[in-house]
């Protein structure tokens, strides 16, 4: 059963930083592109990052860009969102998420809160 | 940035109802459509990939089709456990751009 669980939310001060982490398990983690996706509260979906199966490429949305770093590390099956900079337009649920080929985000975390607020 | 626009915003209908939702891109994005669900406090859902690929598991009364810039989910006979918001998402560009939502509700 393919399972994504995040951690490394909750408060954090404007300007402070934060690193998520998604676990993943179920399935052969080195072959699939993985994405973050945030929903602030009572929000859409706002996609923010996505890495290739190896590494060797990553896409931000721009209000993130240069403040936000995604990364992996297959050997421990491992996702990550390093958060730097933070706002108060951060604060959101952020979702690990699963790129099914060329089709679409087929398994999602329960998601983790980040509240930017002093 | 594709910008994906959603119509309605929220659609009230009744269990057995057929619903329509549409979805329109800014530009062309091919068939690179998906559609979710998803109900408060849960994930989303992936219900249809490529414009009309029916997702494993998904009941065959969601539909998708559409292609360029102008796309729509379906809904044949509406359930209780079809009220939920649904997202469609363009994946031909980065950044992968999400709709605003349709909140379907009962009337």
């Known amino acids: 059963e393919v399972q994504l669980v995040e951690s490394g939310g909750g408060l954090v001060q404007p300007g402070g930083s934060r690193r998520l982490s998604c676990a993943a398990s179920?399935?052969?983690?080195?072959?699939?592109?993985m994405s973050w996706v945030r929903q602030a509260p009572g929000k859409g979906l706002e996609w923010v990052a996505f890495i290739k199966e190896d590494g060797s490429e990553k896409y931000y949305v721009d209000s993130v860009r240069g403040r936000f770093t995604i990364s992996r590390d297959n050997a421990r099956n491992s996702l990550s969102l390093q958060m730097s900079s933070l706002r108060a337009e951060d604060t959101a649920v952020y979702y690990c998420a699963r790129w099914w080929h060329d089709a679409g985000y087929d398994h999602w975390g329960l998601g983790i809160r980040v509240t930017v607020s002093s | 940035d594709i910008q994906m626009t959603q119509s309605p915003s929220t659609l009230s209908a009744s269990v057995g109802d057929r619903v329509t939702i549409t979805c329109r891109a800014s530009?062309?994005?091919?068939?690179?459509l998906a559609w979710y669900q998803q109900k408060p406090g849960k994930a989303p859902n992936l219900l249809i990939y490529r414009a009309s690929g029916l997702q494993i598991g998904v009941p065959s009364r969601f539909s998708g089709s559409g292609s360029g810039t102008e796309f729509t989910l379906t809904i044949t006979s509406l359930q209780p456990d079809d009220f939920a918001t649904y997202y469609c998402?363009?994946?031909?560009?980065?950044?992968?751009?999400f709709g605003q939502g349709t909140k379907l509700d009962i009337k």
């Open positions: 998402q363009q994946y031909k560009t980065y950044p992968f751009t």
């Open positions: 530009q062309s994005i091919l068939s690179w």
């Open positions: 179920g399935f052969t983690f080195r072959t699939y592109w």
